[in-house]
């Protein structure tokens, strides 16, 4: 079996030699374990948080270590009375093509005649709960308000803007060039969508929210946090959900301590303002897996996938995504 280690930590962005490529014998299962053989990997932005040493919501990846992730698997063998051999379920095996896991560790089973089974890992898995949850939970978008949010074209953001829509919200959507940007009004279906990297941008959004900004789904941080910033009306709702503009900073940026302005305004403005994990609301997932199933079967929420072939591929895909190189949820396939 082939796999895929933290080599060092990274300084700043990563690079293709802070992971390694090995081969490895696979153990054999033990009673209650599975043995899976992965067919698809899911790439993630908090991967990186992982690659760093010290504390964060979840342990690091140690050097060494098989790098961390979520992944659609065969069972090939099983120790577990739960599972077949045949059947498709959704994992969290890591950066490898086989791995040996605990058979209570596996969290769905998935019919292959159903839905494609990589949606599991984006729309219909982890980052689709994401954009479910952060919006029922703290967004709240009602009828008629607007919800702003950026990576627009990713898992994330997409699902973002089509649940707003479905909730009656006008959804303005924030992507990197024209052809996300094209992609995320045209294909997605959001009122508007915008260039972060217009040097007008700032302009530009508020031209596209005349009557302020209702919910403010944060993704990124960096420049479009202070594009939102003057724009958020009272009692707006900002769920914190990720900020992939600075997880390769090694340093706070230069300039003044904008702190005091910041809370000076969560106060003047009444701003909810709430960090929060997927997990944290999983009492959610059920009612998620049944209602974005049939979103999906009636084409109200529309995904795109950005497919790498191969395992060896993994790192180089997973670098690029930080920068926005990838266009739709970033998948490896593995095997033939
Ligand atoms: P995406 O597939 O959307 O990939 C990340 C995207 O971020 C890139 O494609 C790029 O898109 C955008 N981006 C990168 N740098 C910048 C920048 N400086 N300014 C603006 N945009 C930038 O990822 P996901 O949909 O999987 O994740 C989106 C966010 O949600 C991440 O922050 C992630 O960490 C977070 N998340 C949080 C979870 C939680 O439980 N709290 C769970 C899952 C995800 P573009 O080219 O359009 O700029």
Redesign the pocket.
């Known amino acids: 079996a082939t796999r895929i280690v933290l080599a060092s930590r990274p300084e700043g962005a990563p690079t293709t030699d802070d992971f390694r490529v090995e081969t490895f014998q696979l153990p054999t299962p033990r009673n209650g374990q599975v043995l899976l053989r992965n067919r698809w990997l899911s790439l993630?932005?908090?991967m990186r948080g992982r690659m760093n040493a010290g504390r964060s919501y979840a342990a690091p990846v140690e050097i060494g270590e098989v790098m961390d992730g979520g992944t659609i698997s065969e069972v090939v063998e099983s120790l577990h009375p739960a599972w077949s051999p045949g059947d498709l379920v959704l994992a969290h095996a890591g950066w490898q093509t086989h791995a040996i896991v605990d058979g209570e560790s596996l969290r769905r089973k998935l019919d292959p005649a159903g839905l494609p089974v990589q949606t599991a890992l984006g729309v219909h898995g982890?980052?689709g709960f994401?954009a479910y949850a952060?919006l029922h939970e703290i967004g709240k978008p009602q009828h008629g308000e607007t919800v702003v949010v950026?990576?627009?074209?990713?898992?994330?953001?997409a699902t973002v803007g089509q649940i707003a829509k479905l909730h009656g919200a006008r959804a303005v959507g924030?992507?990197?060039?024209p052809d996300?940007v094209a992609h995320v009004r045209d294909e997605l279906g959001f009122d508007v969508a915008l260039d972060?990297r217009a040097d007008d941008f700032a302009q530009q959004l508020e031209a596209a929210c005349p009557g302020g900004i209702d919910v403010y789904f944060e993704?990124?941080g960096?420049?479009?946090f202070d594009a939102v910033l003057p724009l958020l009306n009272d009692f707006a709702r900002v769920p914190v959900?990720?900020?992939?503009?600075h997880?390769n900073d090694t340093a706070p940026p230069a300039g003044p301590d904008r702190v005091p302005q910041l809370m000076g305004l969560i106060l003047s403005r009444h701003l909810t303002v709430r960090g929060?994990?997927?997990?944290d609301f999983i009492a959610l997932y059920p009612e998620f897996v049944r209602e974005m199933a049939q979103w999906l079967r009636d084409g109200r929420v529309r995904y795109r996938e950005d497919v790498v072939q191969g395992l060896e591929n993994a790192p180089e895909a997973f670098i690029g995504?930080?920068?926005?190189?990838?266009f739709?949820?970033?998948l490896v396939k593995l095997g033939g």
Do not use: E, W
């Not at 924030?174 to 060039?177: E, N």
């Not at 929060?276 to 997990?279: A, D, G, M, N």
């Open positions: 993630d932005p908090y982890m980052p994401t952060g950026a990576a627009a074209s990713g898992p994330v953001g924030i992507a990197g060039g996300k972060h993704n990124v960096g420049k479009v959900c990720g900020l992939v503009a997880y929060f994990i997927q997990r995504m930080l920068a926005g190189k990838n739709g949820k970033l």
